[in-house]
């Protein structure tokens, strides 16, 4: 990258988004990345990088963040390993850390709810050497110690250091308490040399007789060993010895194994630092509540855009739009009144994008890929290189003309400014004809009114401006596109208290069609207020329009509801009555018949008979307009029925009936209690229910069987001394069967030492058993050679 882009960066203050970036970082390397990081220039590699921001960032919503701590750069330790050197224990510790951070990544990227996302193949390129961790950490408890287990040569050596030492205390113990007490300056064991002394009188120095050590600064003490214990002592020293040869020997393994993996750890190293960025820039982006733009073509729009250095809950959200109707912006307005910050949030928002960063902007933004963003904003005065401030400007617009391009957005604050306001307005347009000239996107901010007509007179310029509350006397920091800034210098005047007759006198010099030109933006800015506040008029009553309309629909659907349940409710209390009538009227013609039979007069039966079939027809009319009768549901298909199921009669009410055959036609014999029936397919349903229960009554059964063998428990040991070896295999036997229906992981197995028939017998059954996985020795503390410890499948 150029210098110029270089120095337009620190302009656009893209280091102070870097140093938030660098914070969100964990590692060191991390957040010397971070503090490097520079804008990509092909447009594939900045929607990769966005793409890997936008993974992170769902990750960390869904399971947090994943841990880089303790990740420390292990290069040049990997290096002196693989030269042959032995690491010290700080060294090895960190070497661990990375490969636990590389596992525990790992597991983070591979856990529940894990979805596919773009940077799962930087997870899956994790080693995470488990094996190696746990030896290091194994071995090494902290930074000064290392572990007893690290080796059975060095557990041994330190057991025989703790008996000694036990050993020389008895011994100075037994002094101190003896009547040679009386000799001593204190009864205690103190060292010297790493020997084990006593504080003797000056006086009695010759009372026991020993070794001088030490004598006190006062020359009343003499620290002496006694002879009793200077062979104690030796031995003493010679443990420790062995112990820091052994020491030695260990770390030296160790780091033997740490270059044999040097490679994989080395990766392991790196891929961590660049996903600690990668995170780092999810968490960036959730301070700045961003988002990933769109990268398109050419052009910038960027919708309710904030400055990311700005206090986000206060910030003035703006629009911002370059390149797809116009390809330069002009910006005018008074001072203080958000120009510069405008401009900068442009180029700065572009930058942080091109470096894979989210953005603080609404959804649908979008931003194009520059190869450079040139920039001159601010007081560029330099008294060293003794340039006015114009001429500062000059020279950096100069170098901007030269290095442009059609790649290339070009943010020009106060063009012109610092020199005759004429040839500044004239300078100014001509520099943006001449960048637009060279393809570049152009934006910039100016006082000059020429300019203001240059943008309303010329194709694909577009004017805006910084809006200004006269009322208050404060810039709003709204962006106005389309609108040009008018000058408010002689209403802010007169608001502050300048006497109306200076105005006036001022106003007087102004040249005629200036003034015209700020009445006609004094108009259009009034127009402009009136509409907005039709628009927000009107937005308002569209909304409560909106939510009439919606309580007006909701009010409808209840009335169409409780309309049907009134006229269901009215139909079916007819259809009672009828049924009513219906019923009354069949009792009257059944007792008319019995009349018929009893009396056996001659009477017109036919007339009868009519007068009942009208009163039924009748009936079945008043019933014909209340609408059909709803009908119940039709039970739903079942799978056909095969020999052996539940079936139920559709038409019999229901009545339940096992199938005892299928026929070839399909048709069923079925046994519905006492009776032998046939029916079709379709005339009977399946009873689920009864296999459902059988099924549920067999897994209850299970369960509580499998229960009842784990309440049985099972002991994690045994103890086989004193067996001969048939019995012994035969108790082991049933011992194995126990643990496993037990459920145990890890079981004991005391067979003692003695003549080693029995263990070699156990081991050698161990060996065959289908349940063991492996086996081994007791340890140190565990019974050692007594006992075998089994892992079982």
């Not at 002879?227 to 003493?236: F, I, P, Q, T």
């Not at 036997?733 to 003549?755: E, R, S, W, Y």
Request: a negative charge; one cysteine or more.
């Amino acid at each position: 990258m150029t210098d110029l882009f270089e120095k337009s960066m620190r302009t656009l203050e893209l280091p102070r988004v870097l140093e938030l970036l660098s914070e969100q970082a964990v590692t060191e390397e991390g957040k010397e990345k971070a503090l490097a990081l520079r804008p990509l220039t092909d447009v594939d590699d900045v929607r990769r990088r966005l793409a890997e921001t936008t993974a992170a960032v769902g990750m960390v919503t869904l399971r947090g963040t994943p841990s880089f701590s303790g990740v420390k750069p292990v290069s040049a330790s990997l290096q002196r390993a693989d030269m042959g050197g032995a690491l010290n224990t700080r060294e090895l510790l960190d070497i661990a850390a990375v490969l636990r951070a590389a596992r525990s990544a790992r597991e983070y990227a591979t856990g529940e709810g894990a979805a596919k996302t773009c940077i799962d193949h930087l997870f899956a390129s994790l080693t995470a050497n488990r094996f190696l961790e746990e030896k290091i950490t194994g071995s090494i408890v902290g930074e000064d110690e290392i572990a007893d287990s690290a080796s059975p040569e060095l557990a041994s050596i330190r057991r025989h250091i703790r008996a000694t030492s036990s050993k020389v205390r008895d011994i100075l113990q037994k002094l101190i308490s003896s009547n040679q007490s009386r000799y001593l300056q204190e009864s205690i064991i103190t060292m010297r040399s790493d020997r084990y002394v006593v504080p003797v009188k000056s006086e009695h120095k010759n009372e026991i007789p020993g070794l001088v050590h030490d004598v006190s600064s006062s020359g009343g003490t003499f620290f002496i060993e006694p002879m009793g214990v200077v062979k104690a002592n030796n031995e003493l020293r010679e443990l420790q010895a062995d112990e820091k040869k052994e020491i030695e020997r260990i770390l030296a393994e160790l780091s033997a194994d740490c270059a044999a993996h040097r490679v994989d750890i080395q990766q392991d190293y790196d891929l961590l630092v660049m996903l600690d960025v990668i995170f780092a820039r999810a968490k960036l982006s959730y301070r700045m509540r961003a988002c990933e733009p769109k990268i398109t073509g050419r052009g910038l729009y960027l919708r309710k855009a904030r400055h990311p250095l700005l206090d986000q809950d206060r910030a003035v959200a703006n629009d911002l739009m370059l390149g797809e109707d116009f390809d330069t912006l002009v910006i005018t307005g008074p001072n203080t009144g958000g120009k510069t910050v405008t401009l900068k949030t442009i180029g700065l928002l572009t930058l942080m994008a091109q470096c894979g960063l989210h953005i603080p902007v609404a959804d649908d933004s979008s931003v194009s890929v520059f190869s450079r963003v040139l920039a001159d904003v601010g007081d560029e005065q330099s008294i060293a290189q003794n340039l006015s401030t114009f001429s500062s400007h000059m020279v950096n617009i100069v170098g901007i003309l030269n290095e442009a391009d059609d790649e290339t957005l070009i943010l020009f604050d106060e063009l012109g400014a610092g020199t005759d306001p004429v040839e500044g307005a004239a300078l100014a347009a001509a520099i943006i004809e001449s960048a637009r000239g060279l393809g570049a996107l152009v934006a910039a901010t100016t006082h000059y009114a020429e300019l203001k007509v240059y943008a309303m007179t010329t194709p694909g310029v577009e004017n805006a401006s910084c809006e200004f509350n006269v009322e208050t006397l404060g810039p709003t920091y709204r962006l106005l596109i389309g609108i040009p800034g008018k000058s408010n210098a002689f209403a802010i005047s007169e608001r502050l208290g300048l006497p109306h007759e200076i105005i006036q006198k001022a106003a007087e010099r102004i040249d005629a069609e200036n003034v015209r030109f700020e009445d006609v933006l004094t108009r259009l800015d009034e127009q402009r207020q009136a509409m907005e506040k039709e628009r927000d008029e009107a937005r308002k009553l569209r909304r409560e329009m909106e939510d009439s309309a919606k309580v007006a629909r909701e009010y409808r659907e209840k009335l169409e509801k409780e309309r049907a349940r009134a006229v269901e409710k009215a139909q079916a209390e007819a259809r009672a009555i009828l049924d009513e009538a219906r019923d009354t009227a069949d009792r009257v013609f059944r007792e008319l018949n019995e009349m018929k039979r009893r009396q056996r007069k001659e009477e017109d039966w036919q007339t009868v008979n009519d007068e009942r079939a009208a009163l039924k027809r009748s009936l079945n009319e008043a019933e014909g307009k209340l609408g059909r009768r709803p009908e119940e549901p039709a039970p739903p298909p079942t799978r056909p029925a095969r020999a052996g199921d539940t079936v139920e009669l559709v038409k019999m009410g229901g009545t339940q009936a096992a199938v005892l055959t299928v026929n070839k036609d399909g048709s069923l014999q079925l046994q519905a209690g006492i009776l032998k029936i046939s029916a079709r397919q379709e005339e009977v349903r399946v009873v689920e229910e009864a296999g459902a229960t059988a099924r549920k009554q067999a897994v209850n059964i299970a369960q509580r069987a499998e229960h009842q063998l784990r309440s049985l428990g099972a002991s994690p040991e045994v103890d086989l001394r004193g067996m001969m070896t048939d019995e012994a295999i035969g108790a082991l036997d049933i011992f194995l069967d126990n643990a496993v229906m037990g459920k145990l992981n890890q079981v004991t197995v005391i067979h003692g030492k003695g003549t080693g028939a029995v263990r070699k017998a156990v081991r050698e059954h161990l060996r065959r058993s289908r349940y063991v996985k492996t086996f081994r020795p007791g340890r140190y503390g565990e019974g050692e050679d007594g006992v075998t410890v089994v892992e079982l499948k």
